[in-house]
Every structure is written in C-alpha cells, then in structure tokens.
C-alpha cells in the first residue's frame, strides 16, 4: 500500500503518539509519505533517518492560544479566517500530491487539511470535543457540530483511547451529536514500553510544546529546580539545539531520542512535564507518577490537569502558581494511572482498520 501520513506539529506528541503506527508500517514493507512541519518533522527525519520515508514539509494551521479569555476573543477574530487558508492552502497540496502519486490510504493524527475525498481517509483524534475557557455548553455542543462536518471527509475517527476507564474525559466520551459508529476507541498509544528498572532518577523535568510558553517555563523551573534534593534530568525539548551538561547535581539535554528517553522516563521516580494527552498516554505506558503543569490558554490541557487532579492520578498545578519544591510533595502521594495499556494491541487494531 501506498500510505500519506499527515502530523499536527502543534509540540511533539502527535508525533511521538503516530511513531509505533509508523514503524508497523514501515515493517510491513508500506510505503509511506509524511506531512508535518517545525520541529515535529525535524524529530521525525530523526527519528526515522534510517528508513525509506518520503517527507514534506507543510505548515499546518496556527494553535489558538490565548493566556485571558478577553483575548480568547480577540484572536479569534482574525484566527479563524486564518485557519480556513492554512486550511485551503495545504488541502490543495494535498490533492495535487494525492494526484501525482495515487495513494491508497490516506492517515491523519490531528491535521483537518490531510485528507481526501477519493481515497479512505482516517483521522486519529482524542479531542472529538473541542473545549472552551468559557466552559460554555452551547461552545461545546457547536464544537461537535464542527467535527460532524469534518467526519464526512474522513471515513473515521480513531480515537487513542479506551470506551470505559477512560484517560480523555468528555474530550472524547459522553458526546451528543457524534455517534459511537462513527468512533473506534483503539487505545492508547505510545511510543514507550515499560522497563523493569531501577527508579535512580528522583525528578525528570520535561519540556515541550510551542513557544513563547514552552520557553518561559523552562525559565521558571531552571530558578526553581535549586530547591530540589537528589538526581534530576532535564529535557529541554528543544530540537533547534545540541545542549548536553551535567552541573550541580543537574543534567540537562536539549532534546533526547525515543531510547534515551524511553529510560529516563523508566528510571524516574516523578516526571514533571505539561499535561498533554501525548503525555499523558506515555506516563500511562511507563506508569510513572507526574506533576503536570498546563500551557497557559490551551483549554484542552488545563482540562486534563484539572481532570486527572480531580481522579487523583496526576497532581497539577497552574504554571505563575508553581513552587516546584512544595508540588513535587503533592504529586507523589498520586496513584498515577493503574490500568493496563498494551500498545501492540492498539496498533493491531489500527492496522486492521487501515
């Protein structure tokens, strides 16, 4: 088969979440053509360097955040407009690539523009309902209403993760509008595996996302990570740099790759990272307990943080609230996510769909 695989380059997870479908393909002798943008497609060229893979770069439509909901407004003024080019402007690559190559199947994680009417197109999704700062239900209901439009393009949404005990909340689960038929809960999907591990590492310290946020926290936690006591790692998510340092008890890298990572997140007693669902779904995989610290504006991840605070899963903490030394304590005494999560599974049934 002849597979176009579109990727969100809002921060890494789409990426890193897409990575276990990618390389079942890739073992299975498919063809494959990657869109993405930023520093998702400079991790994947990475990660996937060794591989016979196409890629293009395509910018995707810009992340709506917004730090007031005052200012929620008056982005959106200008943002949908722009959204609907970005939208127009990389479809249209799209159908001229899909023209010249003829693809078989056509996958999605989280791009509204990498799609076709023509050929079976699949749309990897957890926010099937699209949340709002005002937590306003007439938003939420219209939010339904906006992927109803976009399910006619797509043949189905897949959804990363479970019908019952679930890790997305009402961002995926208890929908009005959109019928289960429609949905395939396929399960979580990660690009780690648990380890059987010493735990030596008392805090890894994430970074990732867009900046200018991504930029400032890590600002904020640099200053306050001098109150901690014992062995800390920190990841910059930084793909643009080469940094590797080890000072006063610290060590930090600019970026690290899917098996440094994979042990790190193994050997770490507490993960201090954003509450993203990509995030999420790996602490889910390496059952490590986390302090999660939400972008400030992006209502998705401040309703996850707040979402699993309340099951007692993960602790979190707004991001001008933090006092690093204090929150840590807190999330220790968390459950972090108990249930079991096989990701070859999810990806056998992914593949029987495809």
């Known amino acids: 088969m002849k597979i176009l695989y579109g990727i969100c380059s809002w921060g890494l997870g789409h990426a890193t979440r897409s990575l276990p479908i990618i390389r079942k393909l890739i073992r299975e002798g498919e063809s494959l053509t990657i869109i993405s943008h930023g520093y998702s497609l400079e991790f994947l060229r990475s990660e996937l360097k060794k591989e016979d893979v196409n890629f293009f770069n395509v910018k995707d439509y810009p992340i709506p955040v917004s730090e007031t909901k005052g200012e929620l407004i008056a982005k959106s003024v200008v943002y ?17 690539l899909c023209e010249k190559e003829r693809f078989d199947v056509i996958v999605s994680d989280g791009r509204y523009d990498v799609y076709s009417r023509r050929i079976p197109s699949y749309f990897i999704t957890h ?3 699209i949340l709002n700062p005002f937590k306003l239900k007439t938003m939420e209901f219209g939010s339904e209403i906006f992927n109803l439009f ?34 395939s809960y396929i399960g979580v999907l990660s690009d780690f595996k648990k380890r059987d591990t010493e735990k030596d590492i008392d805090y890894l310290i994430s970074l990732s996302g867009p900046e200018p946020q ?43 790759g899917k098996e440094k990572r994979e042990e790190l997140m193994n050997r770490a007693k507490l993960i201090v990272s954003r509450s993203g669902y990509s995030t999420i779904m790996d602490l889910a995989v390496v059952k490590t307990k986390a302090l999660m610290i939400p972008t400030p504006g992006q209502v998705e991840q401040e309703y996850l943080a707040e979402y699993h605070n309340r099951k007692g899963t993960f602790y979190s903490v707004k991001q001008e609230q933090l006092q690093l030394a204090e929150d840590t304590k807190k999330a220790q005494h968390t459950t972090g996510i108990k249930r079991e999560c096989n990701v070859e599974k999810t990806v056998e049934r992914v593949m029987d769909i495809l």
């Open 214 to 256: 991504r930029g400032i926290l890590e600002k904020i936690l640099m200053e306050q990570v001098k109150e901690l006591d014992g062995k800390i790692v920190f990841t910059l998510g930084r793909p643009d740099k080469n940094v590797v340092k080890k000072e006063k008890g610290v060590e930090v890298y600019s970026i690290v």
């Open 127 to 129: 926010q099937v309902r």
């Open 80 to 96: 949908w407009p722009k959204f609907m080019r970005r939208m127009e402007k990389g479809l249209g690559f799209v159908t001229k």
């Open 150 to 183: 976009f399910l006619k393009r797509f043949k189905k949404f897949l959804v990363p993760d479970y019908e019952d005990d679930d890790l997305s909340g009402k961002l995926s689960h208890d929908l009005k509008l959109i019928k289960k038929h429609y949905l």
